[in-house]
């Protein structure tokens, strides 16, 4: 069984900056993809960003140039790193992982096989 637990949410203004961490355990990853995902009171779960176990991130449209994922392969953790935060931010963040390979810079919340139990992030104006 793989666990994920995330921390770093909280409250911030609007301009500051937030990083959340999600540490994954319980077994041996090797060619895996971790994203978040983000969901708003009232509205479905969202993409937010990915990373797969050799690199090169992917990132929604809505928080390019504002959010970096990274991941340390050692820690078994990813990271998301939140700048310029606005008031849309505002969300219950998800962390998930797909524990088997692709290349696909994969989106959807079905492709990914366990999520964290999530941490909010609000975002005052």
């Known amino acids: 069984q793989v666990q994920l637990v995330e921390s770093g949410g909280g409250l911030v203004q609007a301009g500051g900056s937030l990083r959340l961490s999600c540490a994954a355990s319980g077994r041996t990853f090797s060619s895996y993809t971790m994203g978040w995902f983000r969901q708003a009171p009232g509205k479905e779960r969202e993409f937010v960003a990915a990373i797969r176990w050799s690199g090169g991130p992917w990132y929604a449209d809505s928080v390019k140039g504002r959010f970096t994922i990274s991941r340390d392969a050692a820690k078994n953790t990813v990271y998301l790193q939140m700048n310029s935060l606005k008031p849309e931010d505002t969300a219950v963040y998800y962390c998930?992982?797909?524990?088997?390979?692709?290349?696909?810079?994969?989106?959807?919340?079905?492709?990914?096989?366990?999520w964290g139990q999530g941490t909010q992030v609000t975002v005052s104006s």
């Open positions: 998930a992982i797909k524990t088997t390979f692709t290349l696909r810079p994969i989106q959807s919340e079905y492709e990914y096989d366990y």
